[in-house]
């Protein structure tokens, strides 16, 4: 989402829009929970915290500035009360580093990764299908094997010019098959 856009409700709710508020919470709850993902696996404490930020700033909202960035306020709204939270109820006692941050994908970005990845295949798929044999062969070891020309050109026995074109007749075909 444009962060215009973000700014714009942002500056709204703080003049009293309740139903900017409202916005502002449903498109950026998502992201901030997998962002608390990031710190800790305990989903209960990342949904009580998200909703402690969302109450402060409710609260607060007559005293609050338009943030240059809303996502990044949110972020680090979310990040410090976990941080104070996780300290005060003593998760990593004893740990000079108290939050660990992970860069490993959530199980719940893997899903989608792999539904995505999935979706790609199917799409990818039914274009192809779409090509006589000899073009589908040519763009699998161009654009899937990412083999070079010269590679392809002594896989299909063709010549270097053979190969470009045949490439290039293949991608229009595509293009006038699947319009944007």
């Known amino acids: 989402m444009p962060e215009e856009e973000n700014k714009e409700k942002w500056a709204r709710f703080i003049a009293g829009d309740k139903e900017a508020y409202g916005w502002i919470y ?56 976990l941080i104070r939270t996780m300290q005060r109820e003593s998760f990593y006692k004893d740990d000079p580093e108290p939050v660990p941050f992970s860069l490993e994908p959530t199980v719940e970005e893997q899903y989608i990764e792999q539904e995505t990845q999935g979706l790609r295949q199917k799409q990818l798929k039914e274009i192809l299908s779409f090509l006589p044999p000899r073009q589908q062969e040519i763009l699998y ?29 293949s991608l229009k075909k595509i293009r006038e098959a699947f319009p944007h």
């Open 141 to 169: 070891y161009r654009y899937i094997k990412e083999l070079s020309l010269d590679e392809i050109c002594s896989i299909m026995s063709l010549n270097y010019q053979s190969a470009q074109n045949l490439i290039q007749r």
């Open 26 to 81: 449903r498109t950026n709850i998502q992201e901030l929970y997998r962002y608390g993902l990031r710190f800790t696996n305990n989903t209960e404490l990342i949904k009580d915290c998200i909703q402690e930020v969302f109450t402060t700033i409710y609260k607060n909202r007559k005293r609050l500035p338009v943030p240059d960035n809303v996502n990044v306020y949110l972020f680090v709204s979310l990040k410090n009360n």
